[in-house]
């Protein structure tokens, strides 16, 4: 198949990975908001080995916000950048706490004014936590969409999300970013994709690319 459409695309996704869904464990706003904050850089595997023992010690955002900052590095120091990583999620934790009564805000401008919370950080939050349709672009979501042809290979993430915004509905957006996930963690590997197995064949611009 030489053409497929994006609602085409996700539909194959959609079979491939019917259960796809946020694979960081947690119970609240509070949980998502710090988890996706330690996911920079890292697999989810790697933050749900050190989110149980951390949310034991810091059960809510004003534990963490007033913690000692070397026992939190502690409790992540498995993580890559722990040191960086307990900087940010005290600093949002402290935001929170200040400027939000506590309570994890739901606009992208205040998600963003929060230490460790970019915009990829933030779309994630306002889907997860708030249902609010978003698309978030991770390392994953970037590569997939380059390479089925949903953007193009220089194009910045935001270029990236504002395409697939675009070209995708609004009512699946959530979904997508899920699904393009799932398929770029299990199957589309940034390095020795499963090309065997995948369904795009026909339209993968990687592919083309290895061919000449």
């Not at 908001?33 to 996911?39: D, E, K, R």
């Not at 935001?95 to 915009?119: A, C, E, Q, W, Y």
Request: aromatic residues 6%; glycine residues 6%.
């Amino acid at each position: 198949m030489e053409h497929m459409t994006p609602v085409e695309i996700l539909d194959e996704m959609g079979k491939l990975f019917p259960n796809a869904r946020c694979e960081l464990v947690h119970e609240d706003n509070y949980q998502m908001a710090v988890a996706v904050v330690l996911s920079a850089q890292t697999t989810d595997a790697s933050v749900n080995r050190v989110t149980p023992a951390l949310f034991a010690k810091y059960p809510d955002v004003y534990t963490l916000a007033n913690g000692s900052l070397d026992e939190i590095a502690d409790c992540i120091k498995s993580l890559g950048l722990y040191r960086n990583k307990a900087r940010s999620i005290q600093g949002m934790a402290k935001g929170i706490v200040n400027r939000f009564d506590g309570k994890v805000p739901d606009h992208m401008k205040d998600l963003t004014s929060l230490p460790g919370v970019g915009r990829k950080c933030a779309n994630v939050i306002l889907s997860e936590c708030f249902n609010v349709p978003a698309l978030a672009v991770d390392t994953h979501v970037n590569r997939i969409a380059k390479r089925l042809g949903l953007a193009k290979a220089d194009d910045s993430l935001i270029d990236v999300e504002r395409k697939l915004k675009r070209k995708i509905p609004r009512d699946r957006w959530i979904q997508a970013h899920h699904q393009m996930i799932f398929f770029g963690r299990y199957l589309c590997h940034a390095q020795h994709p499963a090309c065997r197995q995948c369904p795009f064949t026909g339209i993968c611009l990687y592919l083309r690319k290895k061919a000449k």
